[in-house]
């Protein structure tokens, strides 16, 4: 009984060896999609990843940053002259701050019992204050349904007294647009060890006071007018001032530290950060309030709803610097990637063209151990047995290399 094949079989293929053969294909159709992808491939790697992306360079995207702010500007509003102290807050400085535009003020109030203002909370007898949610949003409810005014009776609370009522219309401080607000950005890119600043160089302080941003006559400004950050937001200040919102200032830094120092430049973008009406609760408000001692000696305070709107300073950037080993990495990629011509052409070859049958029979060869031929004493000569006879085909000068016309 024979022994099994399949092993021998196997064993035979696992200790096969393959090597490259080269055909040279005389084909104008092969030949243009080949430069034509190579062509495309190296379009591709200089334009776009080289000069475009610059991928020749290490980046460093690790920005360290410190923003400072001072906001100037005199305002009118209920009466009084209002300087910085009055509507900047937090007063430090920093890069998010609050400009007050409008405010409901609620004085004089003490800890006792009262009606509550809310008119949810309306009733005609005390049981309608019963089986309620025991808060509301001025104290606690007592359970007992007390005169409001003279035609509304509502729910009384114990809390600050009188609650407040934060439905009135109150003016809205629009001097604000002609506010300033200066920014002082400094800027770190740890990897490389460079720093700078948004500020002009020493020696220009005069220039400084005087400019105003502008994104194209003046985009370097870091002086910039409150009602024009509104407005390259897309907001219309009068509105934004009576609501409330979030703007942010975008400060980009993308530097190419190849070039000199003076070309690593900020650039400013403005963008509103929270819901546009019609989304629910639009707008931006606080509360906040400030207690004193009644001449009584009861402790009071003054409660004010204000309406405003939030400056919120966001820092971004990367800079990048030559290197040898992102050079050498994407040099070595272009040129691997030039291969991808090989293999659409062989695409094409195999399947598609005309004569596909003949450039399988020249591309793929078996040559067994025992037939492989020895070697000729001319190395022109062809040996016996060569695939297709050498006589029928020509040969290029490129030694081993067929050449077949399709």
Same mark, same amino acid.
Request: charge should be positive; charged fraction near 20%.
């Given at each position: 009984?024979?022994?099994?094949?399949?092993?021998?079989?196997?064993?035979?293929?696992?200790?096969?060896?393959?090597?490259?053969?080269?055909?040279?294909?005389?084909?104008?159709?092969?030949?243009?999609?080949?430069?034509?992808?190579?062509?495309?491939?190296?379009?591709?790697?200089?334009?776009?990843?080289?000069?475009?992306?610059?991928?020749?360079?290490?980046?460093?995207?690790?920005?360290?940053?410190?923003?400072?702010?001072?906001?100037?500007?005199?305002?009118?509003?209920?009466?009084?002259?209002?300087?910085?102290?009055?509507?900047?807050?937090?007063?430090?400085?920093?890069?998010?701050?609050?400009?007050?535009?409008?405010?409901?003020?609620?004085?004089?109030?003490?800890?006792?019992?009262?009606?509550?203002?809310?008119?949810?909370? +309306?009733?005609?007898?005390? =049981?309608?204050?019963?089986?309620?949610? /025991?808060?509301? &949003? *001025? $104290?606690?409810?007592? !359970? #007992? @349904?007390?005169?409001?005014?003279?035609?509304?009776?509502?729910?009384?609370?114990?809390?600050?007294?009188?609650?407040?009522?934060?439905?009135?219309?109150?003016?809205?401080?629009?001097?604000?647009?002609?506010?300033?607000?200066?920014?002082?950005?400094?800027? +770190?890119?740890?990897?490389? =060890?460079?720093?700078?600043?948004?500020? /002009?160089?020493? &020696? *220009? $302080?005069?220039?400084? !006071? #005087? @400019?105003?941003?502008?994104?194209?006559?003046?985009?370097?400004?870091?002086?910039?007018?409150?009602?024009?950050?509104?407005?390259?937001?897309?907001?219309?200040?009068?509105?934004?001032?009576?609501?409330?919102?979030?703007?942010?200032?975008?400060?980009?830094?993308?530097?190419?530290?190849?070039?000199?120092?003076?070309?690593?430049? /900020?650039?400013?973008?403005?963008?509103?950060?929270?819901? #546009?009406?019609?989304?629910?609760?639009?707008?931006?408000?606080?509360?906040?309030?400030?207690?004193?001692?009644?001449?009584?000696?009861?402790?009071?305070?003054?409660?004010?709803?204000?309406f405003g709107i939030r400056f919120d300073i966001l820092v971004y950037g990367n800079a990048g610097k030559f290197g040898i080993v992102p050079t050498?990495?994407?040099?070595?990629?272009?040129?691997?990637?030039?291969?991808?011509?090989?293999?659409?052409?062989?695409?094409?070859?195999?399947?598609?063209?005309?004569?596909?049958?003949?450039?399988?029979?020249?591309?793929?060869?078996?040559?067994?151990?025992?037939?492989?031929?020895?070697?000729?004493?001319?190395?022109?000569?062809?040996?016996?047995?060569?695939?297709?006879?050498?006589?029928?085909?020509?040969?290029?000068?490129?030694?081993?290399?067929?050449?077949?016309?399709?």
């Amino acid at each position: 009984m024979p022994p099994p094949r399949c092993p021998r079989r196997w064993l035979a293929a696992f200790f096969s060896y393959e090597t490259p053969k080269s055909v040279v294909v005389k084909s104008w159709v092969v030949g243009a999609v080949n430069r034509g992808v190579q062509l495309l491939i190296l379009a591709y790697f200089i334009g776009w990843v080289f000069l475009h992306e610059k991928a020749y360079q290490v980046r460093d995207s690790v920005i360290e940053s410190s923003v400072v702010t001072k906001v100037k500007g005199i305002g009118r509003y209920g009466g009084r002259v209002l300087d910085t102290a009055d509507y900047v807050t937090p007063p430090q400085g920093t890069s998010v701050f609050v400009v007050v535009t409008k405010q409901i003020l609620t004085e004089n109030q003490a800890q006792g019992v009262c009606p509550e203002s809310d008119t949810q909370f +309306r009733c005609a007898a005390d =049981g309608d204050c019963r089986g309620r949610t /025991p808060t509301t &949003g *001025s $104290g606690v409810l007592t !359970g #007992r @349904c007390v005169p409001f005014n003279r035609t509304l009776r509502t729910c009384e609370i114990r809390g600050w007294c009188p609650p407040e009522v934060d439905t009135v219309d109150v003016p809205v401080m629009l001097e604000a647009e002609n506010f300033t607000l200066l920014i002082k950005n400094s800027i +770190r890119f740890p990897l490389f =060890g460079f720093e700078k600043a948004n500020l /002009p160089p020493p &020696g *220009s $302080g005069g220039a400084l !006071g #005087r @400019c105003r941003f502008h994104p194209q006559r003046q985009p370097l400004c870091p002086i910039l007018r409150l009602g024009d950050v509104a407005r390259l937001a897309g907001q219309d200040f009068p509105a934004l001032a009576a609501t409330g919102g979030v703007l942010g200032i975008k400060i980009g830094w993308v530097c190419d530290l190849d070039r000199s120092w003076e070309r690593c430049l /900020p650039r400013y973008s403005f963008t509103r950060l929270d819901a #546009r009406p019609p989304a629910p609760a639009p707008g931006y408000n606080f509360r906040h309030a400030r207690y004193y001692r009644w001449h009584d000696g009861t402790e009071r305070r003054t409660l004010t709803k204000a309406f405003g709107i939030r400056f919120d300073i966001l820092v971004y950037g990367n800079a990048g610097k030559f290197g040898i080993v992102p050079t050498l990495i994407n040099t070595v990629a272009a040129f691997t990637s030039i291969g991808v011509g090989t293999v659409l052409c062989d695409i094409i070859l195999l399947n598609f063209l005309t004569g596909a049958e003949h450039y399988k029979a020249r591309k793929f060869e078996e040559v067994p151990e025992a037939s492989m031929p020895a070697p000729s004493a001319s190395p022109t000569a062809c040996p016996p047995g060569a695939l297709g006879g050498c006589g029928r085909d020509k040969q290029s000068t490129d030694s081993g290399t067929c050449s077949l016309g399709l």
